[in-house]
């Protein structure tokens, strides 16, 4: 008989909701949900960057599902009662729109190099969201918060620069500036 009150006081819970206690699960919550924002951003700007017309398209595409994880964090952040945070909204609006506008400044790579951070940062927050929900006993988001290798490569992979192809991606206009910055390997004062 508990066993099965249990098991209703749990689907009552699934049904309305439960406050979260978990700080850290919370704010990992709202981090996930600006950063995404973030990355959303900065793929706008990297796409209007672009003119080769499959390129534009992969990196809208990957814009559209950046949005469409805010949408699915959203919805969690709504069934747990937790309102995002400001102050993340506001950080991660800035770093977005900065990186976004960087995109047509400073070549192709740094926007590459920060893209990347912004998504591996993403990923593991949604493992460790995971884990977080999982350590509570709820397993229900564990599909929206679980990337697949498929979805993880997608992200780091195409149409990213390899380790061997940035040289070519440092070849126009911002190279000697990003050169000295990074100190890279080749730099030359040659003209200077």
């Known amino acids: 008989m508990a066993i099965e009150r249990s098991r209703a006081s749990q689907t009552v819970i699934d049904i309305i909701g439960m406050p979260l206690t978990h700080a850290k699960l919370k704010d990992s919550l709202k981090k996930a949900y600006s950063a995404e924002r973030a990355a959303a951003f900065a793929y706008v700007g990297h796409a209007n960057s672009l003119t080769a017309s499959n390129e534009k398209s992969e990196v809208q595409q990957i814009e559209r599902d950046e949005w469409n994880h805010r949408k699915h964090v959203r919805h969690i952040l709504e069934e747990?009662?937790?309102?995002?945070?400001?102050?993340?909204?506001?950080?991660?609006?800035?770093?977005?729109?900065?990186?976004?506008?960087?995109?047509?400044?400073?070549?192709?790579?740094?926007?590459?190099?920060?893209?990347?951070?912004?998504?591996?940062?993403?990923?593991?927050?949604?493992?460790?969201?995971?884990?977080?929900?999982?350590?509570?006993?709820?397993?229900?988001?564990?599909?929206i918060l679980h990337f697949n290798r498929y979805e993880i490569d997608a992200k780091l992979e195409r149409p990213w620069p390899t380790p061997f192809s940035v040289d070519e991606e440092l070849a126009d206009d911002a190279r000697g500036f990003v050169q000295a910055i990074l100190r890279w390997p080749g730099a030359s004062t040659q003209g200077a």
């Open 80 to 143: 747990y009662d937790i309102a995002p945070s400001t102050a993340y909204e506001i950080r991660f609006y800035l770093i977005g729109k900065i990186i976004g506008l960087s995109c047509h400044v400073i070549g192709r790579f740094m926007p590459f190099f920060f893209a990347g951070k912004l998504e591996s940062g993403n990923v593991c927050e949604y493992f460790v969201m995971r884990h977080y929900f999982n350590e509570l006993g709820i397993t229900k988001h564990d599909a």
